[in-house]
């Protein structure tokens, strides 16, 4: 499949020195990461929330009991990430735990696949280091890999496609092409698409025809086999999955505009093609990746490192352009391809981040040239000079040492919810497993993570992406909404028996229209009228019924939050009446 030219021999001593250092860096961010995860009793990465906490079933079958949003997100979830969760509980160790073990293991495996992978393209161990370094940088720079979702699982499966693929080892490629579909498949189709325009050779620069090699079309052949096995398993869906939103309704939904919960539409044509769900998402910080675009205007010069590059480098191309592809098809069939960023969002990064491993690593070359011959002549370094040297070192230590402060990582990027309501998650948590609470309030998104208790919404959980699901999400949503904030206790009453809400978690704030106002999921949204009549009555100051159950019936207090016992409201309900 690729005409390259023989391997340059790497040194092993300087082979292992620099995979040594690769997986060193690798280490220092997995190590923050346990440290972060395990110096916080209520600790939770943000789209853990959505995809783990109710794969706690699998310890305990007896959690989340007719939950609508666990099996919901359950039914979401592919069969290779499901079925690796519930073999790790098998054996003793529960999703949550299993989810702060996983993201450092995973990042040394793609680590060193993308050294490995590095080499094929250009045979320079430093060159490898530095493409394992801003793929560390940009998986650890992000909330995917620490989520330990699905998405965590794409960047070492697809390092690993990458490295053999560029070794010809077809049954390891089809073997990861398989994993890739059962944990990532989006991702999976990027993959056959490579193998498709392995079909195709250039003619006359700007034309292509079909190869008349025979091995591509069985890669391909094979590769498309695997694909539609794969991706069987994401065809048979459940009802609550099996309709999804047209991107007409997409278009009018407030949930799916600016200021809605999951926003694609109206931001504006640069948020819609390179931010967000609907643009390409490239990566902004570190923003050293973006030397990659220097890459072929460097090749046209002809130096010498540029000779060592061999023609594996095509691969990158080919899931470049794979992405784009995709990117543009899921726009086109949009939503029935998932969301088009999920096509480039990840690939693009690492063919970025080798990109300008490449590109620093040419550079580098020509600066040590040029300062070899400085010292070779003897001269002294001008003023002009040693600025220019001054600031390349400060820039190089900058690009290294910045994206590895801890803080910078931990805080800025990686979207942890770390839980200070203690008292309530405990005493929750020792309620029965069937027990439900409903809740306005953004600390309600916690509770099935730190009480593995069931909520009936959550702002957190409010996709409107499949209308069975959705249309239920918003009946409830509305019915609390209406409870709440209504000024009749036989409403609250009735409420409370209709879901069997055990407690009620309440804002210190939520009786005030400012509460309101400021949760964009309620105001941007289907029932948005509902909302908005509640403000208007909370501006009026009409008192709601439950306003005056709050203290008398709360079990719980902590900070700004009360827990409510249901059954005194619905007892002293029934006394007024």
């Not at 393209?121 to 699905?150: G, R």
């Not at 965590?152 to 990458?162: D, E, H, R, T, V």
């Amino acid at each position: 499949m690729f005409n390259g030219e023989e391997q340059v021999k790497i040194n092993n001593k300087d082979f292992y020195f620099w995979l040594g250092v690769s997986l060193l860096f690798a280490l220092y961010y997995g190590l923050f990461f346990y440290y972060q995860v395990f110096s916080h009793e209520y600790i939770v990465q943000d789209d853990a929330r959505h995809h783990v906490v109710w794969l706690q079933k699998f310890i305990d079958p007896k959690l989340f009991p007719n939950d609508l949003i666990a099996d919901y997100f359950q039914s979401l979830a592919p069969l290779g990430f499901k079925a690796l969760y519930f073999l790790m509980a098998k054996i003793g160790i529960q999703p949550i735990v299993l989810a702060k073990i996983l993201p450092p293991i995973l990042g040394l495996i793609t680590t060193v696949y993308i050294y490995l992978f590095s080499l094929e393209i250009l045979p320079l161990a430093s060159c490898a280091f530095l493409s394992s370094l801003f793929v560390n940088q940009l998986i650890w720079l992000n909330d995917d890999l620490v989520s330990a979702t699905p998405r965590a699982f794409l960047y070492p499966i697809l390092a690993a496609f990458l490295y053999y693929l560029s070794k010809k080892e077809l049954v390891a490629c089809l073997l990861l092409m398989l994993l890739q579909g059962l944990f990532y498949p989006q991702l999976l189709l990027v993959e056959i698409i490579v193998f498709s325009l392995n079909l195709l050779i250039v003619k006359d620069k700007i034309l292509f025809k079909f190869t008349s090699q025979k091995e591509p079309y069985i890669w391909w052949i094979l590769g498309g086999i695997v694909t539609a096995i794969a991706l069987f398993s994401q065809v048979q869906k459940p009802p609550e999955l099996a309709i999804l939103v047209t991107a007409q309704q997409m278009q009018q939904m407030p949930e799916f505009n600016s200021g809605g919960r999951t926003p694609f539409f109206g931001g504006g044509w640069f948020n819609y093609w390179l931010a967000g769900d609907s643009g390409l998402s490239l990566p902004l910080f570190p923003s050293v990746v973006w030397s990659g675009l220097a890459l072929p205007f460097l090749l046209k010069t002809k130096l010498p490192i540029t000779k060592l590059i061999t023609k594996k480098i095509s691969i990158l191309i080919q899931v470049a352009i794979a992405s784009i592809l995709m990117f543009i098809a899921a726009h086109i069939l949009l939503p029935k391809l998932h969301l088009p960023n999920r096509y480039t969002y990840h690939s693009l990064r690492l063919v970025m981040a080798i990109t300008t491993a490449i590109v620093l690593t040419i550079l580098i070359d020509i600066a040590k040239n040029w300062l070899l011959k400085k010292l070779q002549s003897k001269t002294s370094f001008k003023t002009s000079e040693k600025i220019k040297i001054a600031v390349i070192t400060i820039f190089s230590i900058t690009i290294i040492v910045l994206p590895a402060i801890p803080y910078v990582f931990t805080n800025w990027c990686q979207n942890w919810k770390i839980g200070t309501a203690t008292e309530i998650y405990q005493y929750l948590a020792g309620q029965p497993k069937d027990t439900l609470v409903a809740s306005l309030s953004k600390d309600a998104d916690n509770i099935p993570a730190f009480s593995q208790r069931s909520i009936l919404i959550g702002g957190e959980f409010a996709f409107a992406y499949h209308p069975i699901y959705y249309n239920q999400f918003k009946q409830r949503t509305i019915d609390l909404l209406e409870a709440q904030y209504s000024p009749n206790p036989k409403v609250l009453k009735s409420f409370i028996q209709k879901y069997k809400v055990d407690y009620l978690l309440l804002d210190n704030n939520a009786f005030t229209a400012n509460y309101l106002l400021d949760k964009n999921w309620l105001v941007n949204s289907s029932w948005s009228a509902k909302t908005n009549k509640n403000i208007s009555q909370l501006e009026s100051n009409v008192s709601p019924a439950l306003l005056k159950f709050v203290l008398s019936c709360s079990v719980r207090s902590t900070g700004n939050l009360n827990l409510v016992d249901s059954n005194c409201i619905v007892n002293n309900s029934n006394n007024d009446v």
